[in-house]
């Protein structure tokens, strides 16, 4: 069976290199340990990544940059090197075309230029959208400022993978800081704050209306859809459209018409089963989080999965190439 996984990850090292220190500063989890071991499989596309891919029955693998990059440089600089990344990620895929596509690295803090450099990497490389890693100089994405890019991610017809970030410092002190060792960080992260911060997010861009202003914008978050199949119920009926928001449909209904949930790093059959009853199948996309979770792990959970053949199939491939059109 033809299998897409789409929230898989790189880092190439000689671009993180070319950031001030400032920059590379403020990605704590970047300088971590583990991440430095993960160093070599990040920078890594057609050697153990490929190999890895062909053991475990991986069709194809939709990259998105991890780590530091653009969004942390200002207007000035973020628009050459998000330009450099994405010319650099193209370059390093065009040997396997059926094999890898990718998700835009872009230079958030400058937003008309993040919608040219989209349109530059779908039109000139098949890029399928953009992913962007939380917020933006301590700023949600509802901001109009950040307008420009969901604008023309709707022209083009090319989705948004809304990933997690760093929290804001603050954030970090209040919720996350006097805890033992490292359980502040891994808090702050994979461990919870992530999950929230993404949920967060989405419900933001929801009650704001800007998803309203840009109706057919599709977004994607991972991780079995960031707590939002479970919690969707409860905040649609604690927030409807009478209560103060500027979303003109309901949080449900929004979520089912334009979000799209992956399966990403989440490895059990409960939280699936929550999904597929509040999202719906055509709304969820299998994918693995390679390389923070092995496509070994991927492969035991897509074959433990009790589903109709119909709906294995629009899991494991039917709804991504679709979404991103990739067939």
Not at 193 to 199: I, L, P, V
Not at 299 to 327: C, F, I, R, V, W
């Amino acid at each position: 069976m033809r299998v897409v996984t789409l929230e898989e990850h790189i880092t190439f090292p000689e671009l993180v290199d070319k950031l001030p220190q400032e920059a590379k500063d403020k990605d704590y989890i970047g300088q971590s340990p583990a991440m430095q071991r993960m160093a070599n499989k990040l920078a890594d596309i057609d050697g153990e990544r490929l190999q890895s891919m062909d053991e475990n029955g991986i069709t194809v693998q939709v990259l998105s940059v991890a780590g530091a990059g653009a969004d942390l440089l200002d207007a000035a600089h973020g628009p050459t090197f998000a330009r450099q990344y994405n010319d650099a990620i193209a370059e390093r895929i065009a040997a396997h075309p059926d094999r890898f596509r990718a998700f835009a690295h872009l230079p958030t803090t400058n937003p008309e230029a993040a919608a040219d450099e989209l349109e530059r990497t779908v039109k000139n490389y098949r890029f399928c959208g953009a992913l962007i890693n939380g917020l933006t100089n301590d700023e949600f994405l509802d901001d109009e400022k950040y307008a420009p890019i969901f604008a023309r991610a709707e022209e083009l017809d090319v989705p948004i993978y809304l990933h997690p970030g760093l929290p804001p410092k603050a954030v970090f002190d209040a919720y996350y800081s006097n805890l033992p060792k490292q359980a502040g960080p891994f808090l702050s992260i994979a461990g919870w704050g992530w999950h929230s911060e993404t949920a967060l997010h989405t419900l933001r861009l929801i009650v704001s209306g800007t998803l309203d202003k840009y109706p057919h914008l599709k977004l994607i978050i991972g991780h079995m859809g960031e707590m939002l199949p479970m919690m969707m119920v409860r905040t649609d009926k604690m927030f409807g459209i009478d209560q103060g928001g500027n979303n003109q449909r309901s949080i449900i209904q929004t979520l089912r018409d334009q979000v799209h949930i992956t399966t990403s790093g989440l490895f059990s059959l409960p939280p699936l089963q929550t999904a597929i009853d509040t999202f719906g199948i055509d709304n969820i996309m299998f994918s693995i989080d390679y390389p923070f979770s092995t496509n070994q792990q991927g492969k035991q959970y897509l074959e433990s999965m009790q589903l109709p053949t119909e709906d294995l199939e629009k899991l494991a491939h039917g709804n991504a190439d679709k979404l991103l059109k990739l067939k």
